[in-house]
C-alpha cells in the first residue's frame, strides 16, 4: 500500500472538463428563482394543504410523508438497498454462527511447524498491525491505566470525564429526538430522529468502547427491526391503495394539529423511517468498522490480476 | 444576496468534479463525489430561502388557511429534497467506501490505475 504516493492523471483534461461544466452551471445559476421571486406552485400548494387536508403544522413533514410520499417509499428502499450492498460488500467469506477456533488451532500448529512465517513482507506487516488492534491486556479505560504510561492511549473506552459526560447528555438527546418526531414537530419526522438515534449508539461506542454495545447492536437484531419498518412503510402506503384507492393516501382518522395523530399516515410514515434510517446507518457503519481482512487466497480470481 | 450561497455551491461541486476527474486515489474520489453531494445540499437550501423569511413551520392553526401562501416563508419542498438526499447520500458513501476497503484488500493498493483487473 502506498499512502504517501499520490498519483494525479490528466490533470490538463480534468480542468478543461471542470472549467467547461462550470460555465454551464454559472448560466444555469443567471436563470434560478432568487431570494424575491413567488415560491414555485407545488411549494405554495404545499404550504395550503398541509393544515386543511392533512392536520399538520410542519409542511416539510407534509411533503415528505404526504404530497410527495410516494418519492419518499422509493428513496427509502434506495436506502434499503444500499444498506443490503454494504452488507454484501462487507460480509466474511463465510457466514457462520459460532466459533470453532480453527484459525487459533493453526496457528499453534504453524508455531509448532513453521515458527518463522513465510509469506510476502506487506502481509506480514499486515498483520502485525491486526494483532496489535486486537484486544489483549489493554486496560478498559484510561482511568485505570497507571500514571506516567508512555505511549497513546490504549483503553478501550474513554476517560471518566468523556463517559460522564455522554451519561448525561445522552437520554436528554434520545428523548428530545424521540419526542420531536412522536408530536411531528421535526421537518422530515423519522429521517432527523433516525440520525439522532444512530449518534446516540455512536456516542456510548465512542465514551464506552465495542463490548458495552455489542450485546444490543447486533445485525441479526438490527436487521430485523429494519425490516419491520420496511414493513410498516409498505403496510401503510398500501392499504391507502387498498382502502382509499391511491397509493400513499391517508386512511387515519384525523385528529386536530399539534397531537399525536395529527398527520394520519404521515406519522406512521414517519415512525417506519426513524426504525429504517436509525437501523440502516447503525448496520451500515458498524459493518464498515468490523471490515476484516481475508487472507486466504482466492484461486478463480488468481488469473484477474495479471 | 443568496446568490453568494449559489456561486459557492457550484464551486464546491466543481472543486469535487475537478478532484474527482484528476486524482486516481479512490479515497479522494470518494471525497470528491461527497463533496458534490455536499454542494447540492447548499444549493437546494440557498434556492428555498426568500428574502426575510422564516422556516415553513406554522407556530398555531392560522385562521384563514388560504392566505398562507403569500406569507414570507422558505419552500418546504426543496427543504424535504434536502433532507432525503443527506441520508441516501450518506448510505451511497459507506457503500463507496466498502468497496474502496474491499478494493484495497484485495489489490493493496488505492491507486485506481493499479487496479488492473478493472480492465475487462
Sequence with gaps: ?306 | MILVNHVAAAVVFCLGLYAVLTHRNLIKMVMGLSLMEASTYLFMISLAYRDKSTAPIFLSPPKNPERLAHGNVADPVLQNFCLTAIVIGVAVTAVFLSVVVRIAQHYRTLDADRVRGMRG
Design chain 1, 1 to 306: 500500500m502506498s499512502a504517501d504516493h499520490q498519483p494525479r492523471r490528466h490533470v490538463a483534461v480534468g480542468a478543461l472538463l471542470t472549467a467547461g461544466f462550470a460555465a454551464l452551471l454559472v448560466a444555469g445559476l443567471a436563470g434560478l428563482p432568487r431570494e424575491h421571486d413567488p415560491l414555485p406552485p407545488i411549494a405554495r400548494y404545499a404550504l395550503e394543504v398541509a393544515l386543511p387536508r392533512w392536520k399538520l403544522t410542519e409542511p416539510v413533514n407534509e411533503v415528505v410523508y404526504g404530497t410527495r410520499g410516494f418519492d419518499t417509499f422509493g428513496e427509502t428502499f434506495l436506502l434499503l438497498a444500499a444498506v443490503l450492498s454494504v452488507i454484501v460488500l462487507t460480509r466474511p467469506r463465510e457466514g457462520r454462527r459460532g466459533y470453532f477456533g480453527e484459525s487459533a488451532a493453526g496457528q499453534e500448529e504453524q508455531a509448532e511447524l513453521d515458527p518463522i512465517e513465510t509469506g510476502p513482507a506487506e502481509e506480514q506487516e499486515a498483520r502485525r498491525a491486526e494483532r496489535g488492534e486486537s484486544r489483549g491486556d489493554r486496560p478498559s479505560t484510561p482511568d485505570s491505566t497507571p500514571l506516567g504510561t508512555p505511549g497513546p492511549e490504549t483503553a478501550e473506552a474513554m476517560s471518566v470525564v468523556v463517559r460522564g459526560a455522554v451519561r448525561t447528555v445522552l437520554p436528554v438527546l434520545a428523548v428530545a429526538g424521540l419526542y420531536l418526531v412522536t408530536w411531528g414537530y421535526s421537518p422530515g419526522g423519522g429521517f432527523p430522529a433516525g440520525a439522532v438515534v444512530t449518534g446516540v449508539i455512536l456516542l456510548v461506542y465512542a465514551a464506552y468502547g465495542r463490548s458495552r454495545i455489542a450485546r444490543a447492536v447486533k445485525s441479526e437484531t438490527l436487521e430485523g427491526i429494519e425490516m419491520a419498518g420496511a414493513g410498516l412503510i409498505l403496510g401503510t402506503e398500501l392499504l391507502g391503495l387498498i382502502l382509499r384507492g391511491s397509493f400513499s393516501a391517508n386512511w387515519l382518522p384525523l385528529a386536530p394539529p399539534q397531537t399525536i395523530r395529527s398527520g394520519g399516515v404521515v406519522q406512521l410514515f414517519s415512525f417506519g423511517e426513524l426504525f429504517e434510517v436509525a437501523t440502516g446507518l447503525t448496520i451500515v457503519i458498524f459493518s464498515l468498522l468490523s471490515m476484516g481482512h481475508d487472507w486466504s487466497p482466492d484461486p478463480e480470481s488468481e488469473g484477474d490480476e495479471e
